[in-house]
DNA sequence: GCGTAACCCTACGCACGAGTAGGTATGCTC
DNA sequence: GAGCATACCTACTCGTGCGTAGGGTTACGC
């Protein structure tokens, strides 16, 4: 019954959905669906701690924290990106809907804010190994750069039912992984002649 | 006027906010808002196309093609968190609000994608004038975790008004780049020990 | 065969907000 | 100062869709 919701959710995104709608969809009535799920606010927030449950699971499923920094990002990408190819209509609701609702913003950017600090947590954890520090803001937009790289192939890998989602990871392991390397290997880009601007 | 609709739909979302609140926000009436800038929809993509417009242009205005590449690329993400820093509400409005309404969603992508293509031909013709091959898939994804990346990290710009957008533009370039020259440079990363999977 | 209880539906009340009709003030022409 | 136009507002209509009240149907007990 949840599967309609998100089905409809997607498409039609929060507002655009109507009960009824959801309601036909799961192949009950309207009062039914109120019976069990409650309003619509809730149905949704249901929805989305669905989801979001389900996508962390998959990722915690495959990380174990005695792999090294690469095989552990390379893992979360795969099932990450994988859980999304076979949740399209999950993720379409987690990352295109949510996120402009007043309502449920909040609830996002805390989901959103764990990720990122599993990433941060993972490079500051590799770069203080190595003996190198970092501010914690110099970490922070790192790990946003790379977690919203991901959101942002994943989105495309939804538009792009065809494409295959390992390979896509592997894709993005280039970027996030080739880059990040040389970062935590203490390379850095400076700006060109002008005032000087210390990377912190 | 536009300003006042957009700083309201930024706040509401585009559902969430009332004719009423947008004309009470400009301080003119009701029907005023209809007599200039017609209705709720039209009213929207006005501000969208304003903002992205302007956004477009603070890019083109620093950006000249005899660039190099890595020069190109940080002023335009100079150019752009700067302008995120400055107009942090119409960024809200194209990048959080417009997503999800389907009536709005096609605009957007269809910037997204005059971007996507624009960084996807930077990387193509570097790329090609080291005589490297690359398939059209291959530089979609990368330019899709590019401008993903950035995106993200001006939504954390927006929601960290302290801080400055030149040394994020810093940062962020860090990651781009770092990890962009990397692969120009033709290094890449390859799945561990599995069925071996060519980056095609 | 009649009470009753669990289950589900149709059909409605009601609030909210987009879009408009009709009226009022200000200024300009002659 | 009468006629008229422009600029704007208050106060309405009307559609839409959430949430619910009240009725029908099936199955079981007696």
Not at 40 to 47: I, M, N
Not at 69 to 97: C, I, K, M, N
Request: with cysteine; aromatic share 8%.
């Amino acid at each position: 019954m949840l599967d309609a919701a998100v089905k409809v959710f997607s498409r039609r995104g929060y507002h655009g959905a109507s009960m009824d709608e959801i309601a036909d969809d799961a192949g009950i009535s309207k009062p039914m669906v109120y019976a069990y799920l409650g309003t619509k606010e809730e149905l949704f927030v249901a929805c989305l701690h669905r989801e979001g449950t389900r996508m962390m699971q998959a990722i915690a499923d495959v990380v174990a924290p005695d792999l090294s920094a690469d095989e552990r990002l390379w893992r979360s990408l795969q099932a990450f990106l994988g859980f999304v190819g076979a949740h399209r209509d999950g993720w379409a609701v987690l990352y295109r809907q949510a996120r402009g609702e007043q309502p449920f913003a909040g609830e996002l950017t805390a989901l959103r804010r764990r990720i990122v600090e599993v990433v941060a947590g993972m490079l500051e954890h590799t770069l203080r190994s190595e003996g190198r520090e970092v501010t914690e803001t110099e970490l922070e937009v790192v790990a946003y750069a790379l977690v919203g790289a991901t959101e942002s192939v994943a989105d495309w890998l939804v538009d792009h039912p065809e494409a295959d989602p390992e390979q896509t990871a592997t894709r993005m392991m280039n970027v996030a992984w080739v880059g990040a390397a040389q970062l935590l290997a203490g390379t850095s880009w400076r700006p060109p002649n002008r005032r000087g601007e210390a990377p912190s």
